[in-house]
């Protein structure tokens, strides 16, 4: 704080000349103060969580679609002054991660079904800050030219034409795994399933529909196989694929360490037909990043209203 009674003694003592060079110094350390302080209050209205811990890290599994939740995340916290860094790897390897606050936050938590395997292992290291998604489609697809094929029953009843395959992406994934409980529930025992990555599973479906071939696969949204293939989900009467929300996991202590992130992944949610034209944009060649960035220079209303509190 200025000690005016001290600059007031000395200006007492001086003569009528000195005294008016240190009535101005005195005035201009006021006006200095004054201004000093109207610039602190308004850093600390623009920048409120001063205390943040601002340095996080978002895990990325390797779905294009999580790339869009992941990179908005970055680019939005980026101009609120965080600097967020995406680790990529396997679901597995993620949670395993954000149970040990290796990562602060996963962007792809599938609950309660898909990723039923892991939060029984990891359910209680970490807490969900928001939904990104409810209720998400996924299941089993074939070509919209099958006509008489409507249903699993109908697919369990017709083993031959499908030449008792189904396709799926990984072994281990959620789908896989869900897959496998399918024949069980079906009776499907017949059946082989045929483990693959996603790309290569969507080659055999591309292939298939080319040829206007029979051929079923793990399908799910959003995803752009939805835009590029003119396919169908079969029904599921016996309730295998259940439906699935896709939350945002983040560590215990991240709400009080970083709240701006936090109020984001709470209050962020996209639309699918938005991802699914993401994704044939990332087909095309563009970056995820460079989507981002373009997303949030054109719906900034919407990016503020996430970051409400």
């Known amino acids: 704080m200025t000690n005016y009674r001290g600059a007031f003694i000395i200006f007492k003592k001086r003569s009528y000349k000195n005294r008016f060079f240190i009535l101005v110094l005195v005035g201009f350390a006021l006006l200095l103060s004054a ?53 990529e790897a396997d679901v597995g390897i993620l949670y395993e991660a954000l149970s040990t606050q290796g990562i602060d936050a996963f962007i792809d938590v599938w609950r309660p079904n898909l990723h039923e395997s892991y939060l029984e292992k990891y359910d209680d290291t970490f807490e969900t800050a928001g939904t990104i998604f409810s209720d ?10 099958m006509e008489d094929i409507n249903s699993i029953e109908d697919l369990a009843s017709n083993p031959d034409l499908f030449e008792k395959e189904i396709f799926a992406i990984e072994p281990g994934s959620g789908m896989s795994i869900t897959t496998n409980k399918m024949l069980e529930d079906y009776e499907m025992d017949n059946f082989e399933v ?22 079923a696969f793990n ?4 995803h752009p196989m939805f835009v590029r293939f003119d396919i169908k989900f079969l ?49 095309e060649g563009k970056k995820p990043k460079e ?16 970051l409400e509190k």
């Open 35 to 87: 201004c000093g302080t109207t610039e602190n209050d308004n850093a600390t209205e623009n920048n409120q969580n001063v205390d943040e811990v601002t340095e996080i890290s978002i895990g990325l599994d390797p779905y294009d679609y999580a790339t869009v939740s992941a990179y908005l995340s970055q680019v939005i916290l980026e101009q609120e002054g965080y600097n967020v860094e995406i680790e």
């Open 194 to 215: 045929k483990n693959s990555t996603t790309a290569a599973m969507l080659t055999e479906a591309q292939n298939s529909i080319d040829d206007k071939e029979p051929i």
């Open 219 to 222: 399908a799910w949204r959003p």
């Open 291 to 306: 989507l981002a960035e373009t997303w949030v220079e054109e719906n900034q209303d919407t990016v503020d209203k996430w």
């Open 235 to 283: 029904e599921d009467p016996r309730n295998t694929w259940k439906l699935d929300d896709i939350e945002i996991g983040v560590t215990p202590s991240f709400e009080e360490d970083s709240p701006t992130a936090h109020i984001l992944f709470s209050n962020m949610n996209l639309d699918i037909d938005m991802v699914e034209k993401w994704l044939i944009s990332i087909d």
């Open 136 to 145: 998400m489609p996924l299941g089993i697809a074939v070509p919209t030219y």
